[in-house]
């Protein structure tokens, strides 16, 4: 998908961009934008990374809100507004609107996750649960904000948000002039529409790359004529978007060279990586333009680019998950699944090879009834943890010499 930047007239121009970051300066936070050299040394490009999770509620989206909330006039101001989010966006409204003395009410879905009610209630907003997917609390939300005469804060497709979110971009290229590539992470299409304008009017051979999840490849399908599935449990929900806008499908279309698509295994990898290597947290949309560089390293050899890591609101016990999956597929933690015979001393030969290896037992589980081995028989599962997968390869040899049958439990 080549882009066309010098043929279109887009609703937002680099004047806008400009103001904008005139306008909220001061009041969201100039994040840094810092050369990886591990990360660059690993994907093979040259990698900086601009960290939005550093922003106060920890997500790029405060600058296109905000630009929004300080373009209202009074009167729509004192009548409040009104936005649809579960996420970055219900936050980003909810704690500028508080700062400005704006009444916000946001429109969550019912299944909202009570962590996430609690943070945007506690910037001061109002907070209706309504429906079960966020569809029904976005028709909802366009709703009320009709009967109650409030302004409706569109999370992406919005001229004013659009202008906000592309300052990103401004500070980028000030900050790492050499940047040639921007890999920016797509859901409604609002921060790549921004960033895409300010930077192709800045630097117009930049190469701009989007990245969406595999299981939400709306925009990719939007501006290619493609129908695939858009549907599945993500653990980039920020950018898990159905249908993206009319308005930044249209600046997408025209701007951004290539979207790609990035599985799960990857944006799982690269939420880890990035808390390993430049000890940061990163929610999986966050994550997702690493995730890229790791799925397609061929496409961005050589090259400089620049990620944005969008935000850092990931759900602890889930950090937790995807942290434990990382070290299991790279070898560091394992199950064992050991058949042995149910008698005095069984277990203790096999634990005695752990220890003979310095390798860490976990946890222990035992089974004799639920099984389809012989009664006199007995499997475990044994979870440990090796100082690499070299490491975890002796011990299997080391209980496979000793006469044991034995089976990893891999995950995928």
Avoid: W
Avoid at 317 to 338: E, K, Y
């Amino acid at each position: 998908m080549a882009a066309r930047a010098e043929t279109e007239d887009h609703p937002v121009t680099l004047d806008d961009i400009k103001a904008a970051a005139a306008r909220i300066e001061g009041a969201v936070v100039r994040t840094p934008t810092m050369l990886s050299r591990t990360l660059s040394e690993s994907t093979g490009a040259t990698v900086y990374i601009k960290f939005e999770n550093l922003q106060f509620t920890a997500a790029y989206k405060e600058r296109g809100a905000l630009n929004k909330l300080l373009l209202m006039d009074e009167e729509k101001r004192s009548r409040g507004v009104i936005a649809a989010s579960a996420g970055n966006h219900a936050q980003a409204v909810a704690y500028h609107g508080a700062r400005l003395g704006v009444p916000v009410t946001i429109v969550m879905p019912k299944p909202t996750p009570t962590i996430k009610v609690m943070q945007t209630e506690g910037h001061g907003a109002t907070i209706v649960l309504h429906g079960e997917l966020f569809d029904e609390a976005y028709a909802h939300a366009l709703k009320l904000a009709e009967e109650q005469k409030l302004t409706f804060v569109h999370p992406f497709d919005d001229p004013q948000i659009i202008a906000g979110q592309g300052t990103v971009a401004l500070e980028m290229l000030e900050d790492a002039p050499e940047i040639d590539t921007l890999v920016v992470p797509i859901g409604g299409g609002g921060l790549i529409s921004g960033v895409g304008i300010a930077a192709k009017a800045l630097k117009p051979d930049v190469e701009l790359v989007g990245v969406q999840a595999q299981l939400y490849p709306s925009m990719y399908c939007k501006v290619s004529g493609c129908d695939l599935p858009t549907a599945g449990d993500t653990i980039a929900e920020g950018i898990a978007v159905k249908a993206p806008g009319t308005l930044t499908a249209g600046i997408v279309k025209s701007l951004v060279d290539e979207i790609l698509l990035v599985p799960e295994r990857d944006i799982e990898t690269a939420v880890s990586l990035l808390l390993q290597i430049e000890k940061t947290v990163a929610e999986g949309a966050g994550a997702a333009g690493l995730a890229a560089l790791l799925t397609h390293k061929e496409r961005f050899k050589g090259r400089t680019v620049g990620l944005i890591l969008t935000g850092g609101n990931i759900d602890t016990r889930l950090l937790a998950t995807v942290l434990l999956r990382d070290l299991a597929r790279s070898g560091r933690m394992a199950r064992l699944r050991i058949q042995l015979q149910d008698r005095p001393g069984a277990l203790f030969s096999v634990v005695k090879l752990f220890e003979q290896h310095q390798i860490n037992i976990v946890e222990i589980y035992h089974q004799r009834v639920f099984t389809s081995l012989p009664a006199k028989d007995a499997f475990i599962d044994i979870e440990c943890e090796a100082r690499d997968a070299e490491h975890l390869d002796r011990l299997v040899a080391g209980l496979r010499e000793a006469g044991f049958t034995l089976h990893p439990v891999e995950i995928h």
